[in-house]
């Protein structure tokens, strides 16, 4: 079946550290893979997405690639700023089905 | 192009009773779907309407329900409310039913008294 194992959280990290989220996942066939975001009080925004093996999605300094040999899709960062805090969640999606999500990382930013 | 729209926003209810909530897609969108966000359960796949057809579904009681009209707007419908039910609640449209990104509407926060 599908499902998206993602790092637990809370992360807190200083602004400009770097920041990487793990994720990992198991599908039936060939997914694309997200990465969507949700701030305080609001729905869930595409970060970024990769469709197939070895592409990397990037948006707004973020960047995750898609790694098929160890079925992995983690966020980078290289340096991160208060506004970034948010919960980030790693999704699935094979074919026309509907999106498989992780937990959710929440991650907080301190100046 | 405007975003997803969800409304109401913010909806509170007593047990027992029921609660439509509406989406409207991102022009020319023809797939909404549903989803439930809980803290226990986090998100979860309610169902897909795609040309005014339930496509797929997810693993909830049949209390929980759908439709979606001619012009691609979707409303869900949940009866008989349970506590168990609060959650935020969010639209996603796509394109077609195809591996088209699913874009998110701001949700509808349902607190279930």
């Known amino acids: 079946g599908n499902s998206v194992t993602q790092m637990e959280g809370p992360v807190t990290l200083s602004e400009e550290a770097f920041l990487t989220i793990n994720c990992t996942y198991t599908a039936t066939g060939y997914p694309s893979l997200f990465w969507y975001v949700q701030y305080p009080g609001e729905g869930l925004q595409l970060l970024l997405k990769?469709?197939?093996?070895?592409d990397k999605g990037s948006n707004k300094g973020f960047e995750a690639t898609y790694r098929k040999e160890t079925t992995s899709f983690h966020l980078e960062k290289g340096s991160v700023q208060v506004s970034d805090s948010a919960v980030y969640f790693c999704a699935l999606q094979t074919g026309a089905n509907n999106l498989f999500f992780g937990t959710g990382t929440r991650l907080t930013v301190i100046p | 192009k405007a975003g997803v729209t969800q409304t109401p926003r913010y909806l509170i209810k007593t047990r027992g009773q029921q609660v439509t909530l509406s989406c409207s897609p991102i022009?020319?969108?023809?797939?909404v779907s549903w989803y439930q966000q809980t803290p226990g359960q986090g998100l979860q796949f309610l169902f897909e309407y795609f040309s005014e057809t339930q496509r797929n579904k997810g693993n909830f009681p049949g209390r929980f329900s759908g439709r979606q009209f001619s012009n691609s707007r979707s409303e869900m419908n949940v009866s008989t409310l349970e506590l168990g039910d609060s959650a935020l609640y969010l639209c996603a449209s796509r394109a077609n039913t195809g591996p088209d990104t699913q874009y998110f509407g701001p949700g509808t926060r349902l607190t279930v008294l």
């Open positions: 022009s020319g969108h023809r797939s």
């Open positions: 990769a469709t197939k093996a070895d």
